[in-house]
């Protein structure tokens, strides 16, 4: 109770709580755990869209006409990798392995700035980044929401998610903006370290996140204290019972498949015109920044003023 006492009294965290709940309800208690939801998910989306635009140049590196069989490794890839996240996930506290899955693609970045500056064969770098960058940003998105679930009770979520969201949707924007600045000066392998200082500061977040989790106690009698703690449990192939058993799961997979196809057509056309367009790598990487940044830019617009009045 000091914490929480200590928490109420910060003339800091009073003043950000007298600004917040101008447009959202939220608790006195819940400011620390908000801000550093924030962060985390900002960071996190940044320093995805600052090598989103390297990966799709260094796809073209690998050529376009080889594009379909990045999309196949990297779906071989996630075939071998979802069945082991799966056990880690059943067998250990994920506020435990959550810092370390960042830290294992913190290491991986290193691993690619270091092959980048080295003169070998580019192409097969090109091709394995082209990969690697995809299965990234499936896993850590991912892993963001499910520790999200950990700490915060349904009550809060309806609350606050949507805004936590928006600071993704911020790191959406600034990233492929910092790459679009950047990369035609320091170089497409030095934004690799500048992703790796968001990432980062990710795990920063993380590790305040359960320490706010462990200190505050949260008024909800529903809500499991020790979430994070305790393993999910289950098998490796339960989803896949899970989804064969629904109607409704199917029907989300038959609309993701739809969906990834189309989507999938389309970026090959893109590559095409980027490719016979612009001939260097930092070119090419600075015209998919800004492709990013205004997609991202209206996909905000739009949720702020069309989809809700659509909902």
Known sequence: MTNNSTEQNSPALAGI??????????????????????????????GYYIIRP?????????GVENLQWLF??????????????????????????????????????????ILLKLDINQVYI???????????????????????????SNEQAKRLFPVIA???TSGAIIGPLLTASLVTTVGTG????????????ATICIRKLGNWQEETEIPNETKNKSASDE???????????????????????????????LVTFLYFQQA??????????????????VIDFVVNSLTLILQLFVTGRLL
């Not at 090109?126 to 915060?152: E, G, K, Q, T």
């Not at 449990?233 to 993701?256: E, N, Q, R, T, W």
């Not at 612009?278 to 090419?284: P, W, Y």
Request: with cysteine.
């Open 17 to 46: 709580h007298g600004l917040l709940s101008k447009a959202i309800q939220i608790n006195p208690l819940e400011i620390r755990a908000f801000i550093w939801s924030f962060l985390y998910f900002f960071s996190l989306l940044c």
């Open 231 to 261: 393993v999910m449990g289950g098998g490796i192939f339960d989803g896949v019972k899970l989804v064969l058993s629904s109607p409704y799961l199917l029907a989300i997979c038959l609309f993701m498949v739809f969906l990834t196809t």
């Open 166 to 168: 928006t600071g993704g």
């Open 54 to 62: 390297v990966r799709d140049a260094l796809g073209i590196t690998g």
């Open 72 to 113: 196949t490794g990297t779906f071989i890839v996630m075939l071998a990798a979802i069945p082991l996240f799966g056990w880690i996930t059943s067998n250990y506290p994920r506020r435990k392995f959550v810092p370390y899955v960042y830290y294992f693609f913190i290491s991986n970045l290193l691993l690619f700035f």
């Open 272 to 289: 095409e015109i980027v490719r016979d367009s612009f001939a260097s790598r930092e070119e090419r990487t600075a015209v998919f920044a």
């Open 190 to 201: 030095n934004l690799l370290l500048l992703s790796v200082g968001f990432l980062i500061i």
């Open 126 to 152: 090109a091709r394995a980044f082209f990969i690697w960058a995809s299965v990234f940003n499936l896993f850590v998105v991912s892993v963001f929401w499910s520790f999200m679930a950990d700490i915060y």
